[in-house]
């Protein structure tokens, strides 16, 4: 068998659109040649495709912020969710047939030329080294257009539509990263072949592992001594944590307050949750009992709503101390900031995004109510591997959270997340895309859902 060939860089193409597809691609970014692209925003992108790629991105986000608003907003998000649906797994059967979506998609880059001039322009002075996608337009567009390189596409939810495999999948060569067992077994569905799927797991930032878990150890043991007051995990499980964390990253007391963290979607969606949980949590925090971040991420609009939430509840004495907002000018230096309150973060609150994988730093879900098909699907996967608690009602933060924090389910799912999720994709994924690594072995301790 021919040894694979080593690369030192590759291209590494994403989308901006919401938060998903570059928070996938953030962490790829020291194997990118030439940094991470924007497929529908680069220098050079001719006019018409950025309007395409505009339009497409703007209706989404109008549709995502209507869902809950009312009833026309609901019926809206619905006809919209049905095109990108993803059907039930089970029986098993061949779903094969390209939907919608899919078909809409290889119509805009066969009949209206999306993604031409990148691969035609920009692509094609270094066309030999590996191509990593995390969004499957440009994937398929480099099979379409000829890209002679390899063509790696990520996969960043726990199932995936049947959008996200070629149009004739059997006779595709775009290998899959996937990050976990259920999409692996769905693309087979769909017909792609089985040689040409990897179980890599979720690319997770760097910053939040290091080298041997060192830094992912440290955090959790700080974390857990936050989410157990009454040490019921310690002892149950304290010879087994020592072990797995070792007996230095457990600190004997708190290191930093209790802390959680509310993040709002890309489109901005849900940022009302956030507002009522800085009023019910308001006397806990200025107590000094609880740190609130609430993450804007890039968008001015969802910055200012909280700025104005955090003044009229009166907690702006509070504003950079015990609440903080996390934003970022870009999508890097917003992604940064994340992955550092990470570090300190206790409890994440999120709707059931990519961010579900951020259960394997140890880190509980509170899962938000889903915003489409695909986070149905995470929330499953969340459920099954016990890393994630559906939210209760936000009104009333102070008291449930509270009580989930003493009766020991957060240290629990924190230790389930860390156990049961992968958590080396990225490493796993540089190494094969590079040629480091000729066979990927399965992310070990993960447990697959029989509920969908």
Known sequence: MPRKKKFQKAWVLTVDMGYGHQRAAYPLKDIAYKGVIAVNDYQGLPASER?????????????????GKSAIGNALFGMFDRIQEIPRFYPKRDLSRPNLQLTHTYHQIEKEGLCKHLFEKVLSKNNKIPLVCTFFMPAFAAEHYG??????????????????????????????????????ERLMLYGVKEENIFLTGFPLPKENIGPDLKILKKDIGARIVNLDPHQRSMHKFGHILSYHLGKKNIPKRATH?????????????????GAQILESLKTKIIRGKIDVNIVAGTRKEVIKYFEGVIKDIGLSKELKNSVRIIEGETKD??????????????????????LSFYTALG?????APSV????????????????GIAQNDPRYTDEWLMDWVDS????????????????????????????????????EGEV???LV
């Not at 230096?333 to 990519?354: A, C, G, M, Q």
């Not at 489409?372 to 890393?387: C, H, M, Y």
């Not at 389930?416 to 072995?441: D, Q, R």
Request: net charge positive.
């Open 257 to 273: 307050p209790l802390t959680l963290t509310f993040a709002v979607g890309g489109a901005g969606a849900q940022r009302e949750i």
């Open 408 to 443: 020991g389910w957060l240290a629990r799912a924190a230790l389930n997340g860390f156990s049961e999720a992968p958590i080396t994709g990225t490493y796993v994924i540089e190494k094969l895309v590079l040629g480091h690594l000729t066979e990927v072995s399965e992310p």
């Open 51 to 67: 309007k395409t790629w505009k339009t497409s991105r703007e209706g989404y986000e109008i549709i995502s912020r209507l869902k």
């Open 372 to 387: 489409g098909s695909q986070e149905d699907f995470n929330r499953v996967w969340l459920k099954t591997i016990a890393g």
């Open 147 to 184: 890209y002679p390189g390899t063509i790696y596409l990520t996969v960043c939810d726990a199932d995936v539509s049947r959008s996200w495999a070629p149009r004739d999948a059997q006779q595709s060569r775009i290998k899959y990263l996937a990050p976990n067992k259920r999409v692996v």
């Open 363 to 367: 880190i509980p879900i509170i899962m």
């Open 448 to 450: 697959e859902s029989n």
């Open 333 to 354: 230096e917003y992604f940064r900031n994340f992955n550092k309150v990470l570090r300190t973060t206790d409890v994440l609150w999120t709707k059931p995004s990519e």
